[in-house]
């Protein structure tokens, strides 16, 4: 599927960082299975919340402490009864399970997309 050229000045625009997930919590009013996830962006970002379609892969244990890739500036989006404030990036596996972006080496929380 083709999609519509962006500027380099675009996706300096999209805010992605790096953070720790430090709590996971079933979503059970979600639409779609899901998970609450709270993610800490270090100290110039903070703990954020957010909705997260990936009970596929991931148990709620497995998620604690794993470092996840997230956009941090868009608007905060109304998921059910909560407020999700980043949105957590993953790509769909063959089967349309979503496998979470992450680094393969840790690095700061808040660290940006270089």
Do not use: W
Request: net charge neutral; proline share 9%.
């Amino acid at each position: 599927m083709a999609t519509a050229q962006a500027s380099f000045d675009h996706f300096l625009k999209i805010d992605i960082r790096v953070g720790t997930v430090v709590a996971a919590e079933p979503f059970p009013e979600a639409r779609k299975p899901a998970f609450k996830l709270v993610i800490d962006f270090g100290p110039e970002i903070g703990r954020k919340r957010s909705s997260a379609q990936i009970t596929d892969h991931y148990t709620l244990e497995s998620l604690v402490g794993r470092q996840v890739a997230a956009v941090v500036n868009f608007p905060p989006r109304q998921i059910g009864p909560m407020m999700s404030e980043v949105l957590t990036l993953g790509f769909a596996d063959a089967a349309g399970g979503i496998v979470l972006i992450a680094p393969d080496q840790p690095v700061p929380d808040g660290a940006r997309l270089c």
